[in-house]
């Protein structure tokens, strides 16, 4: 059974930073194209950042630079540090695993961006 946990989300200032870990069980992780989106209220799910099994990290635009996705293949987990927050940054955050045509996510964390 295939299971990803995301955690480490929660509320947070305006410029402040947030670190979300996803842990994967279930699958061969090192072989899995790793990522991370988030929905807003009322806004389509959008991806945020990739980290493949090799290669180069993707990041959309509105993250670049703020944003860094990280993989651990010892321990089955992909982060995502978050600088500089926003509140238009306020959003699920889910994790996403896929290889070939298998596709699998995770439940979301909120990540809620406030004063």
């Known amino acids: 059974q295939v299971q990803l946990v995301e955690s480490g989300g929660g509320l947070v200032q305006p410029g402040g930073s947030l670190r979300l870990s996803c842990a994967a069980s279930?699958?061969?992780?090192?072989?899995?194209?790793m990522g991370w989106y988030r929905q807003a209220v009322g806004k389509q799910r959008e991806m945020v950042a990739e980290i493949p099994s090799g290669g180069r990290t993707n990041y959309a635009d509105s993250t670049k630079g703020r944003f860094t996705i990280s993989r651990d293949n010892a321990k089955n987990t992909v982060y995502l540090q978050m600088n500089s927050l926003k509140p238009e940054d306020t959003a699920v955050y889910y994790c996403?695993?896929?290889?070939?045509?298998?596709?699998?996510w995770g439940e979301g964390t909120l990540v809620t961006v406030s004063s």
């Open positions: 996403n695993a896929h290889y070939l045509f298998m596709s699998y």
């Open positions: 279930g699958i061969t992780f090192s072989r899995y194209n």
